[in-house]
């Protein structure tokens, strides 16, 4: 029999999946208390959801036991399944597509299994990706998936499940990503913008921590803001944006077509580009980079572009009223150095720090378990009406965001 659960069922079952992804494990009395439903609701939530194999039960831990047995309920412990990989995230890169079964537990920093390159003049580049994908399908395999969750650079249309724009893979814009997935996992397939999954990833790992805004640093320079512990509401996928803010003086010219952005100076290959300038034309690594760093310390070209990352940083803090940037990515990789220097100039320009202090800690990358959470809220637990985690665009904004040609 096939369970077709109300709204309010729906709404149910998504409180306590989220519940229980914030405790980790508990039994369904304490489920039930936390969420203030009837033990009978919540049983059978959990009941349905056993039977899917969301969650699985494990057997009370020993100092639990005690406590269970006194109250006479040696009630078994639930947590959302990690046993098994219920579904798969596929990050692309600019290069690097990785690809890695997830478990709906999983909240770790990102472990990816099987990775492939693109080449960078590839004539049909869609294809050759469909090609390795089937490559990589083979080895991970990938049976019982609830779904493919893609993460993307670039702006997202959730609605159409499409790729509007990417600055530095514009391919993407004209190919179908979700229908070349669906052709090789033959299961729904929901693209992610990668900075709005490190962003829920983050918070994932960290629930305390739900007012934030998360920069990452890498091909490209984006932003994600989490409020209240949901990503910032917006109708609109353009958000986040921040590495095309113009940095005054900069001649460099973008992928997104503008000259001056930001991420041409901290991006992975503008750091490398000014350190090579700086080594007075030669090819520079980034171990090169590190190395650098730690025997001469800051270099000016990097303080300066740092402060022209934390000019960017410190205006979104202001406008939205953020106190806590949190970092990931390559900066994160370099010299302390780097990341306090970084953090001062983010101070520096804040009106936060005028009351109290501004915070701009590095995390890791967290992209799967961002993933996961996109995965349980859409796939699990599918209801577009009350789908807060990608918002939906009018057919009005969608004619308005059609890139010019
Ligand atoms: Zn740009």
Redesign the pocket.
């Known amino acids: 029999m096939i369970y077709v659960p109300s709204r309010m069922g729906q709404f149910n079952r998504r409180a306590l999946l989220r519940r229980l992804q914030r405790l980790g494990v508990a039994s369904r009395a304490e489920l039930a208390k936390s969420l203030g439903m009837s033990q009978p609701t919540a049983g059978k939530i959990v009941d349905e959801l056993l039977a899917i194999r969301v969650l699985e039960e494990i057997e009370p831990l020993e100092t639990a036991g005690a406590e269970s047995v006194a109250r006479g309920r040696p009630g078994r412990q639930l947590r959302l399944n990690q046993s098994q990989s219920r579904l798969l995230a596929v990050q692309l890169g600019l290069l690097e597509t990785t690809v890695a079964g997830l478990s709906l537990g999983a909240a770790d920093a990102d472990v990816w299994q099987v990775s492939f390159l693109l080449g960078r003049n590839e004539p049909n580049p869609a294809k050759a990706w469909e090609k390795q994908l089937r490559r990589a399908a083979a080895k991970i395999g990938g049976s019982n998936l609830l779904g493919v969750l893609l993460s993307v650079p670039g702006l997202v249309d959730d609605a159409q499940n499409r790729i509007l724009f990417s600055?530095n893979i514009h391919w993407t814009e004209k190919a179908d990503l979700a229908a070349i997935v669906r052709s090789v996992w033959e299961v729904p397939v929901l693209l992610v913008q990668e900075e709005r999954a490190l962003a829920l990833g983050h918070h994932a790992a960290n629930p305390d921590c739900d007012n934030f805004l998360l920069v990452d640093f890498g091909e490209g320079v984006g932003g994600a803001v989490i409020l209240d512990g949901k990503p910032l509401a917006n109708s609109l996928p353009i958000s986040g944006?921040i590495?095309?803010t113009?940095v005054l003086g900069n001649q460099r010219r973008?992928?997104?077509?503008?000259t001056?952005?930001?991420?041409?100076l901290v991006s992975l290959r503008g750091l490398l580009e000014s350190f090579s300038q700086d080594q007075r034309g030669q090819k520079t690594s980034w171990t090169e980079l590190q190395e650098y760093i730690f025997k001469h310390g800051l270099p000016l070209w990097l303080a300066k572009s740092l402060e022209a990352a934390a000019v960017a940083i410190a205006g979104a803090l202001n406008v939205i009223g953020l106190r806590r940037v949190v970092i990931t990515g390559t900066l994160t990789e370099l010299p302390p150095v780097v990341m306090a220097h970084l953090a001062q100039a983010v101070q520096n320009g804040s009106m936060w720090a005028k009351f109290g202090t501004v915070e701009c800690v590095p995390a890791p990358r967290r992209r799967t378990a961002g993933l996961v959470a996109i995965g349980i809220d859409r796939l699990v637990v599918p209801d577009a009406k009350e789908n807060e985690f990608s918002p939906k665009i009018s057919r009005r904004q969608q004619v308005a965001l059609k890139p010019k040609s």
């Open positions: 600055p944006e590495g095309h113009p973008c992928g997104c077509g503008a001056g952005c930001m991420e041409t």
